[in-house]
């Protein structure tokens, strides 16, 4: 495991049934549409926390870059099974 610049590189480091931690404090990811083409979890830091329990951190903000306003933030590739994605905020 390592640090990597965007959720994508982290997700092409993975291997399939891996996790990619995203981590607290991190503020705004701005990608292009996010393609997820294997079984992968992605956890952000309110991961596992009620929203109505009062007790989020700072949440990691998920959104795309302007060449992809309109499209959703992740696609996941056909036949892809045992995607999770938690903890995270996502804006289109």
Known sequence: PGAFP???A???AVQAGGTVVILRGTGTYTENPISINKSVTLRGPNAGISPASGSSVAPAVVTTTAAGLGNPVFTIAA???NV???GLTIQM
């Open 79 to 81: 036949g892809v099974s």
């Open 6 to 8: 965007t959720i994508t």
């Open 84 to 86: 999770t994605i938690e």
């Open 10 to 12: 982290g997700i092409n």
